[in-house]
């Protein structure tokens, strides 16, 4: 994996306001976002290239709506193992990044080790994708809860 170089720095409120937009519509041209913010289009494209060089802004995405691909799903896994050496945690992250329904796994404080958050399109697939995982990594312990209604889902952080 490769480590980026972490540029720390203060935003000013310019800054702040372009980072806000680009969470909102990272497709919105640099003109349409110079407006919003109040700056020429190569004023706003130097901030960009500066935001971009210290890695605040990491990726420019576009975000799927999961249903209409046949994803429909989303299921939280939530994990214990009895292993917790530096193997079994490079064998677990190996087969997180393998599996493509796999959106996110986080290792947690408390009584859980690991929480996964996957999209399926329903329960067979989930059964699958438990299958597959167990295959890859012993478990000592996995339960899931299906998203029933999605209330609030953003990637946005709130600057």
């Keep these: 994996m490769l480590h980026a170089i972490v540029i720390h720095m203060t935003y000013d409120e310019i800054d702040l306001r372009i980072l806000r937009a680009l969470q909102r519509d990272a497709a919105c041209s640099l003109e349409d976002l110079g407006a919003k913010v109040g700056l020429s289009r190569n004023a706003l494209w130097r901030r960009i290239k500066v935001l971009d060089q210290s890695m605040t802004i990491?990726?420019?995405?576009?975000?799927?709506?999961?249903?209409k691909l046949g994803f429909g799903l989303q299921v939280f896994i939530l994990v214990r193992t009895a292993s917790h050496s530096a193997d079994w945690s490079a064998r677990f992250a190996a087969a997180m990044r393998a599996i493509p329904e796999i959106q996110g796994a986080y290792r947690m404080s408390g009584e859980l080790d690991y929480m996964i958050r996957a999209r399926?399109?329903?329960?067979?697939?989930?059964?699958r994708l438990y299958q597959r995982l167990t295959q890859k990594i012993e478990l000592a312990d996995v339960s899931a809860s299906f998203v029933m209604e999605e209330i609030k889902d953003t990637l946005e952080v709130p600057i």
């Excluded at 399109?121 to 059964?127: G, N």
């Design 120 to 127: 399926v399109a329903d329960i067979a697939s989930y059964d």
């Design 58 to 67: 990491q990726k420019r995405i576009a975000i799927l709506d999961a249903a």
